[in-house]
């Protein structure tokens, strides 16, 4: 098995399944003779052409609305954000057309669609730049929401959003993009909201996803030499989220951490809190802990930069707390 | 502090006359490849649309149902001739005030009138609604209610016609406030970079709800497809005949070259905006000079005055009409509110997916 990085795994995915099915078709802004923002979409457009691999003005909700309509009409597009932080001038497109239009047509029109790019902040890049939007889409009816965190996981879930007959938002992070790991040459899919226990641990779960994967693991490394073995699930999908897989791993640890890098508020990690406040209560051994990032939009300055990034010593403190060690 | 007209930013005043129509056209039917026998068919068509939808505002009056309603009444010409002249797969897709489309296109009376009242059976199951009418079937694809938004729907139904090669082209309707949108302008560029086989119709009926035309929109609205390079044009949208006739060399040409079209169609609607408009932006004068060259009263003149018809046999289609709308009401009125595990029904195609509870 070949290393590969996350953005070889991405466009193995699509590589692969736009070879199959003449449907799929890709555009985005420079995407085909750029090659792609990120060299994502590198040599695609070499292999499938300027029918299939496609380079659009700058018009967020142009290109996504015509990719719904291709969609209701027998194309399978993905359409690739620079940023999901651009998505946003287009979002009209995703929450009132891809997200609605087959119900408001009582099941008349299916809109099978990826929209995928990187989410989150990569950096001092801003406020605009920076934006975590999985609690966000993940909030709308109609559609469902990815977000791998390592390539093996990236080209598996890819591969079953692009196949998915439903409008799929597929997360990625230019941090990630380099990342290696071994991923197989070979066909296989990760099925949708299905979550994956990447460490076992008895004394504390950590729930964490995307880029935000990566600083558990740290934590864990951390926290294992003072003896505790934290249990990390990355739900892979956010929508729908394998909740099931939290609440039976709580059942064992009976604490639980989570770490999202969205804001607080109505976050993905209030929902996951609500769930298990409601479904392990009488297994909760301490009250559930989150790290997030916080209420303000990302600053600039590296200092507060930083202080506004999650990390591994929260992390490690949000465990102590439920575990009683502070 | 006194109001000064001059320091007012968007133009003010009451407008008479929001929209002038070009003349009609003086060909007659056999002219424009029309047959004696599609007139009365023709008539039936756009009779249907202004008496469903006079008997849809006296059930809304009626508190038979809920929601907006925004009624096409003044504009069945458009309708009309758009199906007259496209075939029957090429695609449709439209604003909110699409009752006269659908069922220009053939959805049933019953679907549509029962799609109003949430029903079942309506055209989209109930989920719809009045703004919402789907008739996938017949290539009517909705039926959209944010302002501008479905403009880039109908290139990519266009984009997909285009890359399966299948000879369709897309019709895509929106009323004279869309112009103001980003979506326009976004899908306008992409629509001509692309070549794309969209037929871009601005239904200029005057107002944007309350808004003349004038006082929402610099310049001439067809003039907005230069910018692009696109072909563009002006018809007349009060007269049947003359919008078959445009629209025969406009879905032609776009047909043969591939390529988008921008077409203003002057129009004018009598009712109001919804239901709750009284209508008080606009003289009564103009009102009147519209009634006085109704679409449909036209179209009966000109029948009769040609001969392919005689008054009595067109009052017998009126007569079929009524009972028809009527029937349509009992259909409504008789059917079955949807399930309520329909709720989550068509969320997504999914069979198996679990919802969040
Ligand atoms: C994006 C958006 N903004 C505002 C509205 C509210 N609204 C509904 S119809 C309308 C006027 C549109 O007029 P026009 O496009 O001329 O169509 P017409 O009603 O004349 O058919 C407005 C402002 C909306 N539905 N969508
Ligand atoms: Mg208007």
Not at chain 1, 62 to 74: H, K, R, T, W
Request: aromatic share 10%; net charge negative; hydrophobic share 40%.
């Amino acid at each position: 098995m070949a290393e590969k990085q996350f953005r070889d795994a991405i466009r193995e995915a699509m590589v692969e399944e736009m070879r199959k099915d003449d449907s799929i078709i890709i555009m985005g802004e420079e995407v085909a003779e750029y090659n792609g923002a990120y060299k994502v979409t590198q040599g695609m457009y070499d292999e499938f052409g300027g029918k299939r691999v496609i380079d659009t003005p700058i018009s967020e909700l142009g290109f996504a609305g015509i990719g719904v309509g291709a969609a209701m009409n027998g194309l399978r597009p993905i359409i690739e954000f620079m940023t999901f932080n651009f998505a946003v001038v287009g979002l009209d497109q995703i929450i009132n057309n891809a997200a609605k239009i087959r119900y408001m047509s009582g099941g008349q029109i299916s809109i099978p669609i990826v929209f995928r790019g990187p989410n989150a902040s990569a950096g001092q890049l801003g406020a605009t730049h920076s934006v975590a939007f999985e609690s966000m889409y993940a909030h709308l009816p109609g559609l469902k929401v990815m977000y791998p965190s390592e390539p093996y996981d990236a080209k598996g879930m890819l591969k079953t959003a692009i196949r998915d007959n439903d409008p799929v938002i597929f997360l990625e992070s230019e941090q990630m993009y380099g990342m290696k790991q071994e991923v197989p040459d070979e066909e296989y899919t990760i099925p949708l909201g299905v979550g994956k226990i990447k460490r076992e641990g008895s004394d504390v779960t950590i729930v964490a996803h995307g880029k935000m994967y990566h600083i558990a693991q740290q934590a864990a490394k951390e926290l294992a030499k003072d003896g505790i073995e934290a249990e990390i699930i990355d739900p892979r999908s956010m929508k729908p989220f394998d909740f099931k897989m939290v609440i039976e791993s709580i059942k064992k640890t009976n604490r639980c951490v989570i770490v999202d890098e969205s804001h607080p508020f109505a976050g993905m990690a209030s929902e996951i809190g609500f769930i298990i406040q409601r479904d392990a209560f009488d297994y909760l051994d301490a009250p559930v802990q989150r790290v997030t990032i916080p209420d303000a939009p990302a600053p600039f300055a590296k200092n507060l930069f930083d202080l506004w990034l999650p990390d591994a010593k929260q992390v490690i403190d949000a465990v102590k707390t439920v575990t009683y060690r502070n | 502090m006194a109001k000064k007209a001059d320091e007012a930013f968007t133009p003010t005043g009451m407008v008479y006359k929001s929209t002038s129509l070009p003349k009609p056209t003086r060909k007659k039917h056999k002219t424009l490849g029309l047959k004696d026998e599609q007139l009365p068919e023709i008539f039936r068509n756009m009779y249907l649309q202004r008496r469903f939808e006079e008997r849809a505002a006296q059930m809304y009056q009626k508190g038979k149902f809920g929601g907006f309603l925004h009624l096409y009444i003044g504009q069945e010409a458009v309708s009309a001739a758009t199906v007259t002249v496209l075939n029957d797969d090429d695609d449709i897709i439209s604003a909110y005030r699409v009752h006269g489309m659908a069922l220009a296109r053939g959805t049933s009376p019953g679907a549509c009138m029962a799609e109003l009242f949430g029903k079942a059976t309506g055209c989209s199951k109930g989920k719809g609604g009045s703004m919402h009418f789907f008739d996938v079937e017949r290539h009517f694809w909705g039926g959209h209610a944010i302002v501008g938004a479905h403009i880039p729907l109908g290139a990519g139904l266009a984009m997909a016609n285009k890359y399966q090669k299948n000879g369709r082209v897309a019709i895509c309707f929106f009323g004279d406030g869309a112009v103001d949108q980003g979506s326009l302008n976004e899908t306008f560029n992409m629509a001509q970079l692309w070549k794309l086989p969209v037929i871009f119709v601005v239904e200029n009926n005057g107002y944007s709800m309350g808004t003349a035309v004038e006082r929402h929109s610099a310049g001439q609205l067809h003039k907005r497809g230069e910018a692009y390079d696109m072909k563009n044009g002006v018809a007349n949208g009060m007269d049947f005949l003359s919008m078959v006739e445009t629209l025969n060399d406009v879905v032609k040409e776009v047909r043969e070259t591939n390529e988008p079209y921008f077409l203003e169609v002057k129009t004018y609607r009598y009712r109001g905006h919804s239901m709750s408009d009284p209508g008080n932006y606009r003289t009564k004068e103009e009102l009147e000079e519209f009634r006085s060259f109704d679409p449909i009263e036209r179209m009966k003149d000109y029948i009769i005055k040609e001969k392919v018809a005689t008054k009595e046999q067109l009052d017998e289609i009126v007569e079929e009409v009524e009972q028809e709308v009527l029937d349509a009401i009992d259909f409504a009125e008789n059917s079955d509110f949807p399930e309520e595990s329909e709720l989550f029904e068509h969320v997504y195609t999914q069979e198996d997916f679990p919802f969040h509870k």
